[in-house]
């Protein structure tokens, strides 16, 4: 390493002045660039003309000569070099130089100290000389002894010296051929390092195909940790499309599964072109194949894939599409190359919503979400997608690869599905299910805004009976429409579900005042509570509605249904049409009823039903006959009135068992009665609609009639007038059979239900009840009077017998003699009676009978 400047290995004054001879020599050039006084002495030139000069002018020696002596110091080991250097004299000088590098301004310079040597080296040659004659003295003098040596002595010695010169021959040749062998391995150990650094195989194999040497590399790729030698090339060829000397490419069979090579083939001749073998050169190509494949793969996929892609360049502008991309876009290649995605913007999202794609894409190399997009067509449609960022090297962004989805039919059916789930198919109002979303939704916004909610659920008042006379059809046609009326009450932000049935339900947000919803359900009730005209049928019906507050009234949505449910009831016992809002006592009325009916369905089961038999008179006197009236005692309910129970059942359908088990008792007693009153005498039996609908009356009649011996003409069924209302030929034709049987047909409560006139000419009737409700106020209220005069009148003409209801005052009875009412039925003669009492009843009135 050269020292930093010269004076950190001599001062110029001891340079100048000492006694060495000392120059220093620019390296490069050779150029003396300072020379000190003891070289100006010794070279016989003056400092300043030293300094002109180049070392080359004074050192004799050739550049060979100088490079072969650099050569020798460095085999030798010595420090210095021994030149010829001539002198200003023309003398020459054998001189030993010491060369010390050091830097000058960053330049390398030497320091050389040169000693003549010249003396040195004469006197070394002078006592070589000495030596060499001497040794050539005593080998003259040896020579001179030996002669004299007798001549058997000399030729074993002769003997012994050719022996010595064998064996000396011998060693010689060993140690040259060990060295040549010692050679040869390394010379191959290189060659072998020289191909083992090779990645890839080199396999030399024999004309036949034999491998006799292969690299590491083979070794490992072919058989690991097998020898590889002695096996043959084909063993490892997996087609035998190998080509001899092209550049192909092959799968070959490695250790470790197949692999792809690039393979050359090198033949190897002597120097008569004897074949000796060849060189086998295989580059795994197995990445690049795989990479190839997988490009090809991905073009396939790019080109046929469904889904559309489209790559863009660093400036966002678009250099190839797919054909789905063509096919979902409507764009052509041409029209969207070049462009920027924007082409496809459909304006349905704000510069926001792509500010916020683009910060995503740059900060995470990536994007996904649903999209508007507009095709070339102008249609907007939905689409799911997915950018991938791809980055170059400098971490700026090469290009965008999208992936676009048309997802307008998951879409489609997404809706579908969900408004399957959440719509009622009938009326398209929110369902259950969605109502109660809703709520849950809605209860967590007004706990939030600090606001009230209101629950209202509305049941048709009277919706079974138009269900089972006018028929399931129908009964859609009036909850569309009952829907439709509804919903026209409600303003934006109030909800109307429909929960099932003939149930609906409001939710109503944003209450502040209870007037607020009173108002909303006057509203409702009222468009209830006018007439629907279904199908050609004027029907009646009307709501109740029960109103439940948040959070006022619970804060669970199941305790606030509960409590709807509950004030719904509560407004039905009142009479239905109006509104109840819920009180903490409903809840119990609720549970009572959930009570009734577990105990009704077992009522029949456990003998809890009795009849009454309540009288029927003619006003005359003259004949009798009595209603059965259904009773129940519960043991736990205690006695339970039929205006409570029977609609229960009705709703149950266990007005069917016990219909038919009233019908068969009523039956049998009054098989006796007429017995002992010689067929004077008729009974009349209560029939539901539901009865109608569900069953077969006409034949149970039939079958109560053979059991129980009773002559038909003794029987007349009750019914209501929504048996009549029913227009299905179902209901006409059991009327008909019922009456084909001779057991007669009476109208109940005539005047409260649907009253059509034309239901009178229409059906088979026989008898005609006038309701409680236009008795009770007589003769007092004219309307009434009139109401009742007029029925009674009607009835005659169509020779329908007249049975007056709930008669309790003589004055009632009077007026409907004047009116000549056929029969009289009411608690001014009779409430209804348990069997036994009825037989006394019977007894003490039969002889007032006419027989
Ligand atoms: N489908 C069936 N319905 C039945 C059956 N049994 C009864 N019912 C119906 O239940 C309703 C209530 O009946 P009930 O409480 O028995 O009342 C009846 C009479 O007690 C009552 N009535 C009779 N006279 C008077 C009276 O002077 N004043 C007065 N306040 N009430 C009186 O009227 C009811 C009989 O009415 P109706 O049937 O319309 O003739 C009732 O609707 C029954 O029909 C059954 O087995 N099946």
């Not at 080359?56 to 020696?61: A, D, E, P």
Request: a negative charge; aromatic letters at 8%; charged letters at 25%.
């Amino acid at each position: 390493m050269a020292a930093d400047d010269l004076s950190t290995i001599i001062s110029p004054a001891l340079f100048k002045n000492h006694s060495a001879i000392m120059l220093i020599i620019d390296p490069e050039s050779g150029d003396i660039v300072q020379a000190n006084d003891a070289a100006a002495l010794f070279y016989g030139f003056n400092v300043s003309e030293l300094e002109k000069k180049s070392i080359q002018q004074i050192n004799i020696f050739t550049n060979e000569q100088v490079a072969q002596e650099r050569a020798a110091a460095r085999t030798e080991g010595r420090n210095y070099f021994v030149f010829k250097h001539r002198l200003a004299s023309g003398d020459m000088r054998t001189v030993s130089v010491y060369s010390t590098p050091f830097n000058v301004n960053g330049k390398t310079q030497l320091l050389s100290v040169i000693h003549d040597i010249s003396s040195q080296r004469s006197l070394e040659k002078e006592l070589w000389r000495y030596q060499e004659n001497l040794e050539e003295l005593i080998r003259i003098q040896i020579g001179e002894i030996e002669k004299k040596q007798s001549d058997q002595l000399l030729l074993a010695i002769i003997s012994i010296a050719l022996l010595c010169v064998l064996l000396l021959i011998l060693s010689v040749l060993a140690t040259r051929l060990r060295r040549a062998k010692r050679a040869a391995q390394q010379d191959s150990s290189k060659l072998q390092a020289i191909f083992d650094s090779i990645d890839d195989l080199l396999i030399f194999a024999e004309p036949n195909q034999r491998i006799s040497a292969a690299n590491k590399k083979a070794q490992q790729i072919l058989t690991a940790k097998m020898p590889l030698f002695g096996r043959f090339m084909y063993e490892f060829e997996v087609s035998q499309t190998l080509s001899s000397d092209a550049i192909n490419e092959h799968e070959y069979k490695g250790a470790e599964g197949n692999f792809w090579g690039e393979y050359t083939c090198t033949k190897v001749v002597d120097n008569d072109a004897r074949h000796l073998g060849s060189i086998h050169f295989i580059h795994d190509i197995s990445e690049r194949i795989a990479t190839r494949r997988q490009q090809r793969l991905a073009s396939t996929v790019f080109a046929t894939t469904n889904e559309g892609v489209f790559v863009s360049n660093g400036k966002n502008e678009i250099i190839m599409v797919n054909r789905a991309f063509i096919n979902i876009t409507g764009y052509s290649q041409d029209d969207a190359l070049g462009k920027t995605p924007s082409l496809l913007n459909s304006g349905r999202h704000n510069s926001e919503f792509f500010k916020a794609m683009y910060l995503q894409l740059n900060t995470q190399g990536q994007w996904e979400g649903e999209i508007w997009n507009r095709r070339k067509d102008g249609c907007i449609y939905p689409c799911w997608l997915s950018i991938a960022v791809v980055f170059d090297d400098t971490k700026n962004i090469e290009m965008f690869v999208a992936i676009l989805n048309d997802i307008s039919l998951r879409k489609e059916n997404e809706q579908e599905m969900w408004l399957q789930t959440n719509l009622d198919t009938l009326t398209g109002l929110p369902n259950r299910q969605h109502f109660y979303n809703k709520v849950d939704q809605q209860m967590l916004h007004a706990q939030a805004e600090q606001k009230r909610l209101a629950i209202c659920f509305i049941d048709l008042d009277r919706f079974k009976s138009v269900n089972d006379t006018l028929g399931h059809a129908t009964g859609d046609l009036l909850l569309l429409e009952a829907s439709k009326r509804i919903k026209a009450c409600m303003s934006s932000g109030n909800l109307v579900a429909r929960l099932g049935g003939d149930e609906f339900s409001l939710l109503l947000t944003n209450i502040n005042t209870v007037n607020q919803i009173e108002h909303i359900a006057l509203k409702v009730l009222n468009a209830l509570n006018s007439p629907f005209v279904i199908a050609e049928h004027e029907v009646f019906v009307s709501g109740s509605m029960g109103i439940t507050l948040y959070p006022d009234d619970g804060l669970e949505r199941k305790i606030l249904i509960r409590n709807a449910d509950s004030a719904m009831y509560k407004a039905k016992e009142k009479g239905r049409n109006c509104f109840e809002f819920f009180t903490p006592g409903m809840h119990e009325q609720a549970q009572a009823r959930s009570q009734l009916e577990g105990a009704l369905h077992k009522a029949l089961s456990n003998n809890e039903f009795t009849i009454h038999y309540q009288p029927i008179i003619s006003i005359d006197g003259e004949r009798l006959g009595c209603e059965a009236l259904l009773r129940w005692y519960n043991p736990e309910l205690g006695h339970v009135s039929p205006a409570d129970f029977i609609p229960i059942c009705e709703e149950l359908g266990l007005i069917v068992p016990i219909g038919a088990w009233v019908l068969r008792e009523a039956c049998q007693q009054a098989s006796n009665w007429c017995c002992k009153l010689d067929g004077n005498f008729f009974i009349t039996v209560n029939f539901s609609s539901v009865q109608f609908v569900r069953q077969n009356v006409s034949e149970l009649v039939k079958e109560c009639l053979a059991e129980t011996g009773l002559a038909a003409e003794c029987l007349s069924l009750e019914i209501t007038e929504t048996v009549l209302a029913d227009s299905s030929d179902t209901t006409l034709k059991q009327l008909q059979a019922i009456r084909a049987q001779g057991v007669g047909l009476a109208i109940d409560d005539f005047g409260t239900g649907y009253s059509s006139l034309s239901y009178l000419k229409r059906f088979p009737l026989t008898k005609l009840k006038i309701d409680r409700e236009f008795i009770k106020e007589l003769p007092d209220n004219t309307e009434d009077c009139a109401l009742v005069s007029a029925i009674i009148s009607m009835a005659n003409n169509l020779k329908l017998k007249v049975i007056a209801e709930g008669v309790e005052t003589q004055e009632q009875e009077d007026f409907l003699r004047n009116l000549n009412c056929d029969y009289i039925q009411g608690f001014l003669y009779s409430k209804g009676l348990p069997n036994d009492e009825f037989e006394l009843f019977l007894e003490a009135n039969s002889s007032h009978i006419k027989i």
